[in-house]
């Protein structure tokens, strides 16, 4: 077990790199501290799960062109319920959300082209029109 601060912990992205879940108690985290945990997610495995209480990416994410390299494109999320009485911090019911490695859509983009514009034309096509 290693005590520390996952955010200044050398061997952590190694660790990371072999895990096949990875589960964040992250509901009180502000969004500083959940967008540097999300950058050392760019090596998980694929189909990693990552659960947690906010969820990294948002639900409606979509690859474009100024998103694609980013960790968020490589998540596949799913939100999921939890009832009343069912978790020992809250009677309250709630969410979490299941983050899947998952880099076939952002492949699927490069391969379509690689750099496609918003309107869904490549540049490549823009520029042949030109
Ligand atoms: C909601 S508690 C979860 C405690 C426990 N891991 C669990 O799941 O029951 C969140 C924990 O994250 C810790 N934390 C916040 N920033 C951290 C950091 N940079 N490195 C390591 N732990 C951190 C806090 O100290 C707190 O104990």
Redesign the pocket.
């Known amino acids: 077990m290693i005590h ?5 912990t050398p061997g952590l992205p190694a660790i990371l790199a072999r895990a096949d879940v990875v ?1 964040v ?5 502000n969004s500083s ?1 959940n967008q540097s945990l999300l950058q050392l997610f760019l090596d998980l495995k694929e189909g990693c799960k990552i659960i947690s209480l906010k969820t990294f990416v948002s639900l409606d994410h979509k690859i474009n062109v100024r998103n694609a390299g980013s960790v968020e494109s490589i998540l596949r999320v799913k939100k999921y319920p939890y009832y009343t009485n069912a978790v020992s911090w809250t009677h309250n019911g709630g969410e979490y959300f299941i983050a899947t490695v998952d880099r076939s859509a952002m492949q699927a983009f490069w391969a379509n082209g690689g750099a496609m514009l918003d309107d869904g034309t490549s540049r490549r096509s823009s520029t042949r029109r030109r």
Request: proline share 0%; aromatic share 24%; glycine share 8%.
């Open positions: 520390g601060d996952f955010l200044d589960l108690n992250n509901y009180a985290f501290l």
